[in-house]
């Protein structure tokens, strides 16, 4: 025998039980990292919506000049990343608008957008 110390022993049930504490932790873990970006991003919207909120209030600036500023910022976006990128643009059944093809949202109507499932 090659492990005769090994003999009448169940390894297997302490491997498991190894094994799904580490899955456990790892959840755990992650479940942690998943409410820290939740938190993030809650902030973050909130800061972006003061902002906004000062812009109009101090500037005068409307909805439509924003909207109209995040399509310009996008459509270059949209170019650059179109020229570099292996992927065309993706256009938005809803809405008909030109999207990046790694977005798996319309930035503009936030309707699923149908992404090629083999992209990385």
């Known amino acids: ?12 049930g302490s491997y498991a039980s190894a094994t799904a504490t ?13 409410e820290l970006f939740k938190h993030d991003i809650d902030r973050l919207l909130l800061i972006t919506e003061a902002l906004w909120e000062l812009m109009k209030q101090e500037h005068g600036y409307t909805d439509e ?11 270059r976006k949209l170019a650059l990343d179109s020229v570099a990128a292996k992927d065309p643009p993706v256009t938005c059944p809803s809405c008909g608008r030109p999207n990046l093809a790694k977005r798996a949202f ?15």
Do not use: H, W
């Open 1 to 12: 025998m090659f492990y005769p110390t090994l003999i009448g022993t169940d390894l297997s």
């Open 22 to 34: 580490t899955a456990e932790n790892d959840v755990r873990e992650v479940r942690t990292d998943v």
């Open 65 to 75: 000049v924003l909207t109209g500023l995040i399509q310009e910022i996008d459509q």
């Open 106 to 120: 319309c930035i503009y109507c936030g309707k699923p957008l149908a992404g090629n499932p083999f992209a990385r």
